[in-house]
């Protein structure tokens, strides 16, 4: 069986909604972007969008307002799964000073607005590369357990970073280099991670 057919076998996938939105769980949009990274195939998640949309650039994470405004985990995932989707909440922010709702600033976490930046074919800052670069890099000085789902999301980020300025792509590259040398692999982090759902460690790639 193929990758996509055991995961539809999986409780990874969400039958109301045709898509890997782990529903066990309350991060759809991150956890969809894994599957699809590790499936190397996209999914179609805008109808799904569409029904978690309040008003343009308010996305809640489930339909019907249910689970809350996007987290900013939510967001990163939709930097991989729908760039058109994040250009819609960008300008959102910047519009309603970085604010998503419930009193919950976006602009706490600087690299997630670089990464916004970078999914929507944004020019980087020199501010924006090095908010990036030092993401990366003070995660290589890290112990090697108890970090796996910010590890997680940066092996995502790094799927994205693809054709990112030199500061950037150096930096991402030595964190990868780093991990992989210390075997922190995206099948490692996966066996410490969502273990309730095997399918991710079963299928995970064994390099970052």
Request: glycine fraction near 4%; hydrophobic fraction near 40%.
């Amino acid at each position: 069986m193929s990758k996509i057919e055991t995961l539809k076998s999986s409780n990874v996938w969400d039958h109301r909604y045709n898509l890997p939105l782990v529903p066990i769980h309350n991060n759809p949009h991150l956890y969809c972007a894994y599957a699809s990274l590790i499936c190397k195939y996209h999914f179609d998640v805008e109808s799904h969008i569409k029904r978690c949309r309040a008003k343009d650039g308010l996305i809640y994470r489930w339909p019907n307002q249910w689970g809350g405004t996007l987290s900013h985990d939510e967001i990163l995932g939709l930097c991989f799964t729908s760039p058109n989707t994040v250009e819609e909440i960008y300008y959102h922010l910047i519009e309603n000073n970085y604010d998503y709702g419930h009193n919950v600033r976006l602009d706490r976490f600087p690299h997630l607005i670089s990464m916004m930046k970078v999914a929507i074919g944004m020019k980087l800052t020199l501010l924006d590369q090095l908010s990036l670069a030092l993401y990366f890099i003070v995660d290589c000085f890290m112990k090697k357990d108890r970090h796996e789902s910010s590890r997680l999301r940066r092996w995502l980020m790094s799927n994205i970073l693809i054709e990112a300025p030199y500061l950037v792509a150096q930096a991402v590259e030595l964190w990868r280099y780093i991990m992989n040398k210390r075997g922190i692999t995206p099948k490692y982090l996966f066996s410490r991670y969502l273990v309730e759902c095997p399918w991710f460690l079963e299928n995970a790639p064994l390099k970052m």
